[in-house]
T-cell receptor, first 116, second 109 residues
Framework: EAQVTQNPRYLITVTGKKLTVTCSQN?????MSWYRQDPGLGLRQIYY???????DKGDVPEGYKVSRKEKRNFPLILESPSPNQTSLYFC???????????????FGQGTRLTVV | KQEVTQIPAALSVPEGENLVLNCSFT??????LQWFRQDPGKGLTSLLL?????REQTSGRLNASLDKSSGRSTLYIAASQPGDSATYLC????????FGTGTRLQVFP
């Protein structure tokens, strides 16, 4: 089954304790991205990756890091989480071969992060 | 800068009604527009994808239209059911997905 898998689904952590949220897709997609969803603000892009070893900032990158060492994986790293990073996080992927951008985006089930 | 707006923000209707959800966007240079469904605390499920060259797409009781020149898309839900209750999001793709804040739909029996 084609899917985007995030782990963990729920996470409660303390301020300053480094954490990683994993994301994996099995569709051989080039493009992957991370979003956060907050009430009243909707979904906003954090980081994206056009392909292996190619990453770039989205609209709200502060406090986050990403890496893309393999095509299927795109982990989100919070080096020193703060309470304002409490949110619902989504990973997404889509095909982007030869610059074609008109392809469907697939989303993971989300990770609800609480930083206390 | 692309901005996406969805109206209404919330909608409550009795079962069986036909519904229209609206989505407007400011940048007509979109590659495609995608409609999603989100259940409380869950992920996003893709419903329909309309390419920039298309006018509409249909899947079962759902029909989505796209008018790039006016910057509008509509999602039509025929014969609504309680199981359709969810938040519906539209997203315009201009090199990245820009989301509206959604329409929260409740269909009661």
């Amino acid at each position: 089954e084609a899917q985007v898998t995030q782990n963990p689904r729920y996470l409660i952590t303390v301020t300053g304790k480094k954490l990683t949220v994993t994301c994996s897709q099995n569709m051989n997609h080039e493009y992957m991205s991370w979003y956060r969803q907050d009430p009243g603000l909707g979904l906003r892009q954090i980081y994206y990756s056009m392909n292996v070893e190619v990453t770039d900032k989205g609209d709200v990158p502060e406090g986050y890091k990403v890496s893309r060492k393999e095509k299927r994986n795109f982990p989100l790293i919070l080096e020193s989480p703060s309470p304002n990073q409490t949110s619902l996080y989504f990973c997404a992927s889509s095909l982007r071969t030869g610059g074609i951008r008109n392809t469907e985006a697939f989303f993971g089930q989300g990770t609800r992060l609480t930083v206390v | 800068k692309q901005e996406v707006t969805q109206i209404p923000a919330a909608l409550s209707v009795p079962e069986g009604e036909n519904l229209v959800l609206n989505c407007s966007f400011t940048d007509s240079a979109i590659y495609n527009l995608q409609w999603f469904r989100q259940d409380p605390g869950k992920g996003l499920t893709s419903l329909l994808l309309i390419q920039s060259s298309q006018r509409e797409q249909t899947s079962g009781r759902l029909n989505a239209s796209l008018d790039k020149s006016s910057g509008r898309s509509t999602l039509y839900i025929a014969a609504s059911q309680p199981g359709d209750s969810a938040t519906y999001l539209c997203a315009g793709n201009t090199d990245k997905l820009i989301f509206g804040t959604g329409t929260r739909l409740q269909v009661f029996p």
